[in-house]
């Protein structure tokens, strides 16, 4: 009915200081969110830079402007 937990975490003796646990698994799975958020900083500036240069080059460039034609203005002729 009950399960043995098995303790996993290792001991870290440095200069005969064994004070300090590590968990292999936690420190694996914070390296690999470390690294993934990275990856995802990275992209984010990536898109805002590229925002921004797209929106930088419409601010620069001349309108453009679609070559309509010339409305006439028909002159009304005025009866005597």
Not at 29 to 42: D, E, K, S, V
């Amino acid at each position: 009915m009950w399960t043995d937990v098995k303790n996993s975490s290792r001991t870290v003796t440095s200069g005969g200081n064994s004070s300090m646990m590590v968990d292999s698994d936690l420190t694996l799975l914070q390296n690999a969110q470390h690294r993934n958020g990275a990856i995802a900083a990275t992209v984010f500036i990536a898109f805002l830079l590229a925002l921004y240069a797209v929106l930088w080059k419409c601010m620069v460039s001349p309108p453009q402007r679609k070559h309509c034609k010339v409305r006439v203005r028909v002159k009304q002729r005025t009866s005597v």
